[in-house]
Structures are given as structure tokens and as C-alpha cells.
């Protein structure tokens, strides 16, 4: 079964442009959760959606944006790019929604996108 | 909030066992994973535990969970060249809007001398 993919592995944007990075869940797996990873602050939750809605969001300005498609694939966009935004963003499929019941939710990662904001 | 807490680097020499160390806040996360970051790569998932168990074995792996110390820890038994990489302790949040995500530690760079 093929694992998570996301494209394009990597991205070179300037300050002010907006963004848009794509994410194909595992076969069958209706979530997907987007995570950023930066040097200083790790990794950390952007937002879930589940069943084309979102159903978690983290602490992230309103210029992060995603959106699911009805075969579960899932986009994030950032508007108004920022220095700050260049990070690692990585995209997580589980089979049901959330993480917290470990096993059929256990969340699978994809390789990620390198996004540089010049 | 949730906080987890993880040492930032472990250096040992090939065929030893390392042990990576991790502390979490929320008492009511059911399960505590662990994750494997090679260079440019995504996150891997090594293994889960279930809140209620003490360990858990999976080849070369054991995990122990200390529930009243809140304490996770990793054994990698016979640590190999391929083992390097950064290791992320995970807890699942259970508050508000972002129930259900992972909250992760910061990782610990396991670097492995031959």
C-alpha cells in the first residue's frame, strides 16, 4: 500500500506570495493532519480535517488555510508569506479521525514539503 | 497545557543500547507514540503504547512507561550505524479545538560511533 505522499518536496517562495502544498492520504485513511517543523519551535499542529471539514486547528494565524477534497486529499495554503514561514511541512494521515486512541487512528507521515521563504 | 520534554542529544557506540528519555504533562493521554526522523525525510512511526501497559516489546525496541511519573522511555537493544536519526516522543492532546493532535517533544539526535 502506498504511504503518504505530498507534493512538491520542495519550494522556494519570496516574502508576500501565497502558497499552496498537496497532500494524498493513504488509501482508505479519512483524516489528514498538517504539522510544521521549524528549527526553534519543533513540530507543531497546523490543523485536521476529517470528512472535508476541519475539525482541529492550532495556534497558527488565519493566513494558514487548508481545505479536503472528497477523496480524502487534503490542501494547506498560506497567503502573505512570511521569513518565519520557511519550515518543514509535513502531512499525517490516520484511518479514523484524531490520535487519540492510537491504532487505527495512529497517524502515518508523509515526507514532507520544504518550503524557503526568501 | 500539554508539554512533552525529551534531552536534545544521545551519542553511543554501535552494538551498545541506547535509551531515550521522554516526559509528558497530560495524564489522560491514551496513547504515547514514538517517531524516527532521518535527514530530509519525514517522520516514521516506530511504535505506540497503550496508557494502561507498562511495555511494550517490538524486536529491538521496549518501550516503558512510567504512568505515575509520567515518565516514556525508548531501548534501542544493539544500536546500530543505521539507528542515527532524531527521535520524537509524541502524546495525543485532550483539550479544546486541538483534540486529537499529536503534541511532540523536541526530539533527541541519537548519534551512533562505530
Known amino acids: 500500500k502506498a504511504g503518504v505522499t505530498q507534493t512538491p518536496r520542495y519550494l522556494i517562495k519570496t516574502r508576500g506570495q501565497q502558497v499552496t502544498l498537496s497532500c494524498s492520504p493513504i488509501s482508505g485513511h479519512r483524516s489528514v493532519s498538517w504539522y510544521q517543523q521549524t528549527p526553534g519551535q519543533g513540530l507543531q499542529f497546523l490543523f485536521e480535517y476529517f470528512s472535508e471539514t476541519q475539525r482541529n486547528k492550532g495556534n497558527f494565524p488565519g493566513r494558514f488555510s487548508g481545505r479536503q477534497f472528497s477523496n480524502s486529499r487534503s490542501e494547506m495554503n498560506v497567503s502573505t508569506l512570511e521569513l518565519g514561514d520557511s519550515a518543514l511541512y509535513l502531512c499525517?494521515?490516520?484511518?479514523?479521525?484524531?490520535?487519540?486512541?492510537?491504532?487505527?487512528?495512529?497517524?502515518?507521515f508523509g515526507p514532507g514539503t520544504r518550503l524557503t521563504v526568501l | 497545557g500539554e508539554d512533552v520534554e525529551q534531552s536534545l542529544f544521545l551519542s553511543v557506540r554501535e552494538g551498545d543500547s541506547s535509551v531515550i528519555n521522554c516526559t509528558y504533562t497530560?495524564?489522560?493521554?491514551?496513547?504515547l507514540y514514538w517517531y524516527k526522523q532521518e535527514p530530509g525525510a519525514g517522520l516514521q512511526l516506530l511504535t505506540y503504547?497503550?496508557?494502561?501497559?507498562d511495555m511494550k516489546q517490538d524486536q529491538r525496541l521496549t518501550v516503558l512507561l512510567n504512568k505515575k511519573d509520567k515518565h516514556l522511555s525508548l531501548r534501542i537493544a544493539d544500536t546500530q550505524t543505521g539507528d542515527s536519526a532524531i527521535y520524537f516522543c509524541?502524546?495525543?492532546?485532550?483539550?479544546?479545538?486541538?483534540?486529537?493532535?499529536?503534541?511532540f517533544g523536541k526530539g533527541t539526535k541519537l548519534s551512533v560511533k562505530p
Open positions: 503504547i497503550f496508557s494502561n501497559m
Open positions: 509524541a502524546e495525543s492532546a485532550n483539550y479544546g479545538g486541538s483534540q486529537g493532535n499529536l503534541i
Open positions: 499525517a494521515s490516520s484511518l479514523v479521525r484524531g490520535a487519540r486512541a492510537g491504532g487505527s487512528d495512529t497517524q502515518y
Open positions: 497530560d495524564s489522560s493521554s491514551t496513547y
